[in-house]
């Protein structure tokens, strides 16, 4: 039997069918989430298809150790990393890491993650409108409020 991973999503692959449209497959999934670690959209695209501002999802820590984000962990064949990888631009654009997330039922679960490198990230950057309603089409998955806040990130276009 092959090996499981899991890979934790956190911007447009939370979208079930988003994730399926780049070739991928998961096992199971389960929504999770991350203490001390907010969404941003500041990493710089290699192409920003002449929107300027463009910010691509990305996470990092919290200035101070507060609050929590939510995503999606997918259970899956490690044959998908590869295209994990691709899509994300590892190693040039993001860097794989482990970390542990917390369950529904507050189990620690390690799960793998890109982040972007500190060289590819921008201040002043904001998502578009496009990486938005993918985001939207996934509210389900998201309480309430933070669906809410997400929804209210100014856009670049």
């Known amino acids: 039997m092959a090996d499981v991973v899991n890979f934790f999503a956190y911007g447009?692959?939370?979208?079930?069918?988003?994730?399926?449209?780049?070739?991928?497959?998961?096992?199971t999934k389960t929504s999770v989430t991350l203490s001390a670690w907010r969404l941003v959209f500041n990493k710089i695209p290699i192409d920003n298809g002449g929107i300027e501002n463009?910010?691509?999802?990305?996470?990092?820590?919290?200035?101070?150790?507060?609050?929590?984000?939510?995503?999606?962990?997918?259970?899956?064949?490690?044959?998908h990393i590869p295209k994990l990888d691709e899509y994300f631009g590892h190693p040039n654009e993001y860097q794989r890491k482990v970390l542990r997330f917390n369950r529904h039922d507050f189990i620690l679960i390690s799960g793998l993650t890109y982040i972007a490198r500190p060289d590819k990230i921008g201040t002043k950057l904001k998502p578009n409108k496009a990486a938005l309603k993918i985001l939207k089409k996934a509210k389900k998955l998201f309480p309430?409020?933070?669906?809410?806040?997400?929804?209210?990130?100014?856009?670049c276009d």
């Open 12 to 27: 447009e692959l939370i979208n079930e069918d988003f994730f399926k449209e780049q070739g991928l497959e998961y096992i």
């Open 54 to 79: 463009l910010g691509l999802a990305n996470i990092e820590p919290t200035n101070d150790n507060a609050g929590m984000m939510h995503g999606e962990l997918y259970a899956m064949d490690e044959k």
């Open 144 to 155: 309430m409020l933070y669906f809410s806040r997400l929804m209210n990130t100014p856009t």
